[in-house]
């Protein structure tokens, strides 16, 4: 295509213009993408750390009523909606500990081990022992072993509610990374909870996690399952709900970063705009001698459309390149002593095939300026002034 | 075969006042014949080039391409008009300085066809070849002599075989050989390619390579008269 030839040719004559002004948005892209990855990477260890090892979907008795009948019945209903990851359940209750001189107020969560493991990564956290095996073994925290002085093999004496004191073996530590998860869980057999406080065959709470890139479908899915159900005796509570502040936190940070965004693009297309209108005036000879040799108006305008979309693309890859290695940089200087980077940084090739689209598609709208330009040159002005 | 008729134009500009550059000018052109139109004074003839050629419009007269009055055609239409039918030589060259000789004699065919196939590069060649500067196909044109450049731009003109060809002082920038070897060439072009040779000059020498002598002074035709010693 001639245009496409002459654009090149144009760009190729003009070798430090271009360099310089492909510098420019190369500069603005990795800014965007630095910025960009950066906050994502934020809001992505920010939700980690809130959600993370959790579940994001919760269903509990709602009311008077204290614990879920028929539970088997519910998830067989729900057990095939979108999104969902992982269902389990627990059976918990309050109960206190007994050491020598005094009691501690523990929670005994009875669980599905199998699908709980899914959801809080317990067999990875137990760093002494093992999960246990009888409905007589439970699990404790590192806090709360600490706290009481326990071994792995010791007796624990779990008083409940209604007077009852039931003796435990402990199986195993686990660490899950939560200061109040390891001193008040006492982690049991699922059917141990449900006698331990007379639950029958009923549960206290059934557990779900999402598939990742369903989190922030949270709040939908928690509803469909409400509506699915349609039973006044549970609630369906959500991550999102229970979270507000942070996430509104975070779309303030959204919004923050898509501004400084925004006006980088703005800056870029207004640069580009104005260089590349200069060069409609510094090559006029060659657009009024194409004019004169017939060259259709809508064909020389499109060279500086062409233009603009191959600096676009050319300046666009390597502020991407520029912008990932800032990253690196950053994550290099600002890691700790011990070499953790300060933020963990999430490569979303979503956000960077977007930052690119977007560079490109406003370079090449920025070429349109100049292109209307040239649309006014009149070749016989080129020719009279030789 | 083809003709180009001037009927009754007249051109002005309009600064702050108005400016008469064309008084009533009437012409006709047919194929297979060389003509000059010679002004020794000054504007009018380019301004008379230029209209012929359908990059200016008269103030008032028509141009008749063919049978066909330009006034009735559009921008696009004119456009196609210039690259199919009208050959351009200006005194200025006017090639550009990003491409080849090779590639400034392709121009005008890859403004209406995007394909570059063996028989239109072997034409740009032929036409290169018959200029004389084939061997200096691959140069750009800042790297090439004015008269060297001259005869890439007549290379250019003939590329799409139009009908018409327009040179506007096309010897005007060179020295008195080369002057004399392009006018060579204005002969050679007549006979090979059956056109319409229009030559605008303010040089009764280069007038003297061609069939008719049109005069102009101040904007009014003075004489038009056959060549007999060409």
């Known amino acids: ?386 | 075969m083809i003709t180009m008729e001037l009927h009754g134009v007249n051109k002005s500009y309009y600064g702050a006042y108005e400016q008469p550059v064309l008084f009533d000018i009437n012409l006709s052109f047919e194929s297979n014949t060389c003509s000059s139109i010679v002004d020794e004074s000054g504007s009018g003839k380019s301004t008379l080039m230029n209209i012929i050629g359908t990059l200016d419009t008269p103030t008032s007269g028509e141009v008749i391409v063919d049978g066909q009055p330009i006034s009735w055609m559009n921008k696009k239409q004119l456009a196609e008009l210039r690259n199919r039918t009208i050959g351009f030589v200006f005194q200025f060259h006017y090639l550009l300085p990003e491409f080849t000789v090779l590639e400034n004699v392709l121009i005008p065919h890859l403004i209406h066809d995007r394909h570059q196939s063996k028989p239109v590069l072997d034409r740009a060649r032929q036409l290169l070849d018959m200029v004389g500067i084939l061997k200096l196909e691959n140069k750009l044109p800042p790297q090439i002599s004015g008269g060297e450049q001259q005869r890439t731009a007549i290379a250019r003109a003939l590329m799409n075989n139009p009908k018409i060809i327009l040179a506007d002082e096309p010897t005007g920038n060179l020295d008195s050989e080369t002057t004399r070897k392009v006018c060579g060439l204005f002969g050679e072009i007549k006979r090979r390619f059956q056109t319409i040779f229009i030559v605008v000059t303010h040089d009764h020498a280069v007038a003297a390579h061609t069939d008719r002598i049109i005069e102009i002074k101040d904007g009014r035709v003075v004489s038009d008269r056959l060549n007999q010693g060409s």
């Not at chain 1, 060069?279 to 305008?301: N, P, Y």
């Not at chain 1, 912008?323 to 940089?329: F, K, R, T, V, Y």
């Not at chain 1, 980077?341 to 070429?367: M, P, Q």
Request: net charge negative.
């Open chain 1, 1 to 386: 295509m001639l245009s496409l030839k002459i654009a090149t040719r144009f760009l190729k004559s003009g070798r430090g213009q271009t360099v310089l002004i492909i510098f420019g948005i190369a500069i603005a892209v990795s800014v965007q993408v630095f910025v960009g990855l950066l906050i994502i990477g934020l809001q992505l260890s920010l939700i980690e750390s809130t959600i993370g090892g959790q579940p994001q979907i919760t269903i509990r008795p709602a009311g008077d009523t204290s614990a879920i009948r028929d539970w088997e019945a519910i998830i067989y209903r729900i057990r095939d909606t979108a999104g969902l990851d992982v269902i389990s359940v627990t059976a918990s209750g309050n109960a206190l500990v007994a050491d020598n001189n005094s009691t501690l107020p523990v929670v005994i969560r009875g669980v599905d081990f199998q699908s709980a493991d899914q959801i809080y990564g317990i067999s990875e956290a137990i760093y002494r022992g093992g999960p246990g095996t009888s409905r007589k073994e439970v699990i404790i925290g590192r806090d709360l072993a600490e706290e009481l002085e326990l071994d792995v093999g010791d007796k624990l004496p779990v008083l409940v509610p209604d007077g009852g004191v039931n003796i435990f073996e402990i199986a195993g530590f686990y660490d899950l990374g939560v200061g109040n998860i390891n001193r008040t869980w006492v982690i049991a057999n699922l059917v141990t909870a449900q006698r331990l406080f007379g639950y029958g065959d009923r549960i206290s709470e059934i557990i779900m996690t999402l598939d990742e890139s369903r989190l922030f479908a949270a709040d939908e899915i928690a509803a469909g399952i409400e509506a699915a159900l349609a039973n006044e005796d549970i609630e369906v509570t959500n991550w999102k709900a229970q979270n507000e502040e942070l996430l509104s936190g975070l779309e303030g940070q959204s919004i923050s970063s898509g501004v400084i965004q925004g006006v980088v693009l703005a800056s870029v297309v207004v640069a580009i705009s104005s260089v590349l209108s200069i060069t409609v005036l510094q090559k006029s000879r060659q657009l009024g001698i194409l004019k004169a040799m017939g060259i259709a108006d809508r064909d020389a305008s499109l060279i500086f459309v062409f233009q603009g979309l191959l600096i676009g693309l050319i300046g666009a890859v390597v502020g991407i390149a520029l912008g990932l290695g800032l990253l690196q940089a950053f994550n290099t200087f600002t890691a700790s002593p011990e070499g953790t980077a300060l933020v963990d940084i999430y490569i979303d090739y979503n956000f960077i095939l977007r930052s690119w689209l977007i560079a490109v598609a406003s370079s090449t709208l920025a070429g349109l300026i100049p292109a209307r330009r040239s649309l006014r040159l009149n070749p016989v002005d080129v020719i009279r002034e030789g």
